[in-house]
């Protein structure tokens, strides 16, 4: 059993915010040949794996990727190439012990995620089963997530004067994946349709939202709830909720958070995230409060964990360890999960295990850089979680993956919906 590398090399290629971004193909001992993109963040986490740039301002502003591409063309194809490994877990450690720091800062995470990905998707195609299946735990039933589409952005993913960052859609009461992917286009269509009769722009922000010149979340939770039942949906848990990213970290600035004009302290944000949840369908809220404000994400999660899921994205990094702390203190009620954020599939998987034994919930994301890569779709699917987030129902590299777990479901007969 297990498998040799024979190849791997990488290439640097643009992702959908024309940024460089990394491609690596692993060629296995029979002849299989599998590709990875690597994904990349803008409101990125301090403690995440760390993406190695260039820093020549005489390629694409610094941000060029070729001191990680040549990471792997060099230093990693040459400590895999021609080595048997027993299974993905071995192969990773071989390129965490080979990086030789605690956060990937000296090959870089974007080369050791390209790395790591290529080879999970090569070790599924010489299997002969769908990737989905090879990133299933023994003990869990493998579901369809219910898609959080992003319809409006804020925040550093848009130019527009919205603090917060995401505001997603989530049909938690379609009976199927493909009557949810349909939910979330006809709820965009008619959201561009209020948009357009209000005179607001339907251009879009990175993540395929519209981008609308709007200052006070409340509007926007109002629209969408519009928007949901102009398209003939009723808004709520039975059928389409809501879910806000409003990645605190980005406003806040002094020990304070600055959203629409107004200074907060953390427990005026708390009251203000009452306040929503009471007057419009909002069931999770990811990143309410900044990184650093543990004491106000515990007071977050005990005022409102009793009526919805509570997310933790840039204070838990996908960490297997920070989470553990993070269930420790009783801040947030869920992981979110992203594979470039750590830096391997395996301690992916280790951080979704470390959620599921202390009942925690998991939503895998992609990130506002993307690439038309499907990764993420099967990993939500294989591990049982019951939630995505991959952005709007617009643009290539957002529809890619929700296309996948259409064709998925179309292929087997899996549940669609909440884990639990
Ligand atoms: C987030 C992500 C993805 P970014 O904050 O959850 O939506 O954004 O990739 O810019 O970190
Ligand atoms: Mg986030």
Same mark, same amino acid.
């Given at each position: 059993?297990?498998?040799?590398?024979?190849?791997?090399? $990488?290439?640097?290629?643009?992702?959908?915010?024309?940024?460089?971004?990394?491609?690596?193909?692993?060629?296995?001992?029979?002849?299989?040949?599998?590709?990875?993109?690597?994904?990349?963040?803008?409101?990125?986490?301090?403690?995440?794996?760390?993406?190695?740039?260039?820093?020549?301002?005489?390629?694409?502003?610094?941000?060029?990727? =070729?001191?990680?591409?040549?990471?792997?063309?060099?230093?990693? #194809?040459?400590?895999?190439?021609?080595?048997?490994?027993?299974?993905?877990?071995?192969?990773?450690?071989?390129?965490?012990?080979?990086?030789?720091?605690?956060?990937?800062?000296?090959?870089?995470?974007?080369?050791?995620?390209?790395?790591? !990905?290529?080879? %999970?998707?090569?070790?599924?195609?010489?299997?002969?089963?769908?990737?989905?299946?090879?990133?299933?735990?023994?003990?869990?039933?493998?579901?369809?997530?219910?898609?959080?589409?992003?319809?409006?952005?804020?925040?550093?993913?848009?130019?527009?004067?919205?603090?917060?960052?995401?505001?997603?859609? %989530?049909?938690?009461?379609?009976?199927? !994946?493909?009557?949810?992917?349909?939910?979330?286009?006809?709820?965009?269509?008619?959201?561009?349709?209020?948009?357009?009769?209000?005179?607001?722009?339907?251009?879009?922000?990175?993540?395929?939202?519209?981008?609308?010149?709007?200052?006070?979340?409340?509007?926007? =939770?109002?629209?969408?709830?519009?928007?949901? @039942?102009?398209?003939?949906?009723?808004?709520?848990?039975?059928?389409? %909720?809501?879910?806000?990213?409003?990645?605190?970290?980005?406003?806040?600035?002094?020990?304070?958070?600055?959203?629409?004009?107004?200074?907060?302290?953390?427990?005026?944000?708390?009251?203000?995230?009452?306040?929503?949840?009471?007057?419009?369908?909002?069931?999770?809220?990811?990143?309410?409060?900044?990184?650093?404000?543990?004491?106000?994400?515990?007071?977050?999660?005990?005022?409102?964990?009793?009526?919805?899921?509570?997310?933790?994205?840039?204070?838990?990094?996908?960490?297997?360890?920070?989470? $553990?702390?993070?269930?420790?203190?009783?801040?947030?009620?869920?992981?979110?999960?992203?594979?470039?954020?750590?830096?391997?599939?395996?301690?992916?998987?280790?951080?979704?295990?470390?959620?599921?034994?202390?009942?925690?919930?998991?939503?895998?994301?992609?990130?506002?850089? @993307?690439?038309?890569?499907?990764?993420?779709?099967?990993?939500?699917?294989?591990?049982?979680?019951?939630?995505?987030?991959?952005?709007?129902?617009?643009?290539?590299?957002?529809? $890619?993956?929700?296309?996948?777990?259409?064709?998925?479901?179309? #292929?087997?007969?899996?549940?669609?919906?909440?884990?639990?």
């Amino acid at each position: 059993m297990g498998f040799t590398v024979t190849g791997v090399k $990488a290439v640097e290629i643009l992702d959908s915010r024309s940024r460089p971004t990394l491609a690596v193909t692993v060629t296995l001992g029979d002849g299989t040949v599998a590709r990875a993109g690597v994904p990349s963040g803008a409101s990125t986490g301090s403690q995440e794996a760390v993406e190695l740039r260039d820093g020549d301002p005489k390629r694409f502003g610094g941000s060029g990727v =070729l001191g990680a591409v040549g990471n792997v063309n060099g230093e990693i #194809a040459e400590a895999l190439r021609g080595r048997t490994f027993t299974d993905l877990d071995e192969l990773d450690h071989t390129l965490i012990d080979l990086d030789g720091t605690d956060n990937k800062s000296r090959l870089g995470a974007n080369a050791v995620v390209g790395v790591s !990905m290529a080879a %999970a998707r090569g070790l599924a195609i010489a299997a002969g089963l769908p990737l989905w299946q090879t990133l299933n735990p023994t003990d869990v039933t493998p579901r369809l997530p219910v898609p959080h589409f992003n319809v409006v952005n804020g925040g550093v993913h848009a130019p527009n004067d919205l603090d917060f960052q995401e505001f997603m859609v %989530a049909p938690l009461g379609a009976p199927t !994946m493909a009557e949810a992917v349909r939910a979330g286009a006809e709820v965009y269509a008619a959201l561009r349709s209020l948009l357009m009769g209000k005179g607001l722009a339907t251009g879009l922000g990175d993540e395929g939202g519209f981008a609308p010149q709007i200052g006070q979340p409340e509007e926007v =939770l109002g629209l969408l709830v519009q928007a949901i @039942e102009s398209a003939g949906y009723r808004p709520g848990r039975d059928g389409v %909720a809501i879910a806000l990213d409003p990645a605190a970290s980005e406003f806040y600035r002094d020990g304070a958070y600055q959203v629409a004009g107004e200074t907060l302290s953390s427990d005026d944000m708390i009251t203000r995230y009452e306040e929503l949840v009471a007057a419009f369908p909002v069931w999770s809220l990811e990143d309410g409060l900044a990184e650093g404000d543990w004491d106000g994400n515990v007071r977050l999660t005990e005022r409102l964990a009793d009526r919805i899921q509570l997310v933790g994205d840039d204070n838990l990094v996908t960490n297997p360890a920070i989470i $553990a702390k993070a269930i420790a203190l009783g801040a947030d009620t869920a992981a979110l999960i992203k594979v470039n954020q750590i830096g391997t599939v395996t301690e992916t998987l280790e951080a979704m295990a470390v959620c599921r034994a202390a009942g925690w919930a998991q939503m895998v994301s992609h990130r506002s850089g @993307e690439t038309e890569d499907t990764f993420i779709a099967d990993l939500a699917v294989g591990s049982g979680c019951g939630q995505l987030k991959s952005g709007a129902p617009a643009r290539g590299e957002r529809v $890619a993956k929700y296309n996948r777990l259409v064709e998925i479901e179309t #292929a087997e007969s899996l549940p669609f919906g909440l884990a639990g």
